[in-house]
């Protein structure tokens, strides 16, 4: 026997509140803005070798305080950051969704719908400066390795780091971890949905016992072993940690799990990082209070809802993207333009400028591609309409 149940909203709702009205949630697209721009400063401001021998950021820190190089350099971890976003948003998502086996290859296909083109695109523009930096421009090339048809075709496919193959940019690795967290989540939802009794049985939302029981060993191993060996970081088992920390939030927040579920969560995590500090996983814990208690207070629409930083959060995917190929050729530029030999002024005026054209490219970015790749896959995801088909198993 099936019954037909009919897809609610995609909107915000705390324990034991009614479904809001769909609304956007601003406090965590300003989170993800953020994590973007400190990523794009982090390597902009670090990981420029316009000459081998010194980046513009060692004479732009004799004009900087001491504390402002140490925030830019560790301004990296807003990684962190958007895991324990992309492992609450993709919770959010999966909420009112059914798992069949067709469901899981169109939830990985509008992911990838989404996802593909803008990363596809600069994927094809760091390959191009590769080949031709050297011999048009007489620029560094922006990494090492030659180019090699191999090598282009295992990024588009995400296989880059599990085939060993040296990026053609940096960041990018995180969509190919991201594109494996959407497989485990929407599979392992699926498990949780039939491992124990749903306390509806007419709607998909699995029991809190269930979804542990799937997810919350996985994410003990991951901190315990697997977010300690080099050898898991290309895989998604290497960061499902902070992946859980944002599921069991927005868990948390629904209704799906006890608000005990969340302190157990934050008190294992916290343990271990007094036992072994690590400021991925101090950030991770950080991230993933400050969205609970958002969503507690109900600020998740008025918390960072400032203009800058939600155009930040918007774009922010196309930013983390394309934001080393273009700093690197215009770092080398105004390197050239200082006659190799910058001011400490100059420097900062020349990595600002970095920033800035960054900024501008992930606009464009956005609007040329990722924003029709985005209208593609929600046109991909209505075409099954908002009935969904829940089989009754009871």
């Known amino acids: 026997m099936q019954s037909t149940v009919t897809g609610q909203s995609d909107s915000p709702k705390l324990a034991g509140d009614p479904i809001k009205p769909a609304a956007r949630f601003a406090m965590v697209d300003g989170l993800r803005g953020l994590a973007a721009l400190g990523i794009a400063v982090y390597h902009i401001w670090r990981y420029q070798p316009a000459l081998k021998s010194d980046p513009l950021v060692f004479p732009a820190i004799e004009f900087v305080p001491e504390f402002v190089d140490w925030m830019f350099r560790k301004s990296w971890v807003g990684v962190q950051l958007l895991l324990v976003i992309s492992g609450f948003v993709i919770a959010f998502t999966l909420r009112n969704t059914w798992v069949t086996p067709r469901e899981v290859l169109s939830f990985v296909a509008r992911r990838m719908f989404r996802l593909w083109p803008p990363y596809a695109v600069t994927i094809l523009f760091s390959a191009f400066l590769l080949a031709v930096c050297e011999s048009w421009w007489g620029m560094p090339p922006p990494v090492g390795e030659p180019l090699t048809i191999s090598r282009v075709l295992a990024h588009l496919g995400f296989l880059q780091e599990v085939l060993g193959e040296t990026p053609l940019t940096a960041a990018i690795w995180t969509v190919c971890i991201e594109m494996q967290f959407y497989v485990v989540s929407v599979v392992g939802w699926g498990l949780a949905q039939r491992l124990c009794a749903r306390p509806d049985p007419l709607q998909p939302r699995p029991s809190g016992w269930g979804a542990l029981l799937v997810f919350a060993p ?169 009935i969904v088909t829940v089989p009754n198993h009871e």
Request: hydrophobic share 50%.
């Open 218 to 386: 996985l994410a003990l191993a991951a901190l315990l072993v697997w977010n300690t060996q080099e050898s898991t970081e290309p895989w998604v088992i290497h960061f499902l940690n902070a992946f859980f920390l944002g599921m069991v939030t927005w868990w948390t927040l629904d209704g799906t799990v006890s608000p005990r579920v969340f302190a157990v969560t934050v008190a294992v995590v916290a343990a271990h990082l007094a036992f072994q500090w690590k400021l991925e996983n101090a950030l991770a814990l950080t991230a993933a209070l400050v969205i609970y208690f958002a969503g507690r207070t109900d600020h998740f629409h008025d918390w960072l809802n400032w203009r800058w930083l939600q155009y930040l959060g918007r774009i922010s995917y196309s930013l983390y993207l394309i934001h080393y190929p273009v700093s690197h050729v215009l770092t080398w530029i105004g390197w050239r333009w200082c006659d190799g030999s910058p001011t400490p002024a100059q420097a900062c005026l020349i990595l600002f400028g970095c920033l800035v054209a960054s900024i501008i490219s992930g606009h464009l970015l956005y609007v040329c591609v990722e924003t029709p790749s985005g209208r593609c896959s929600a046109w991909l995801k209505n075409r099954h309409g908002r």
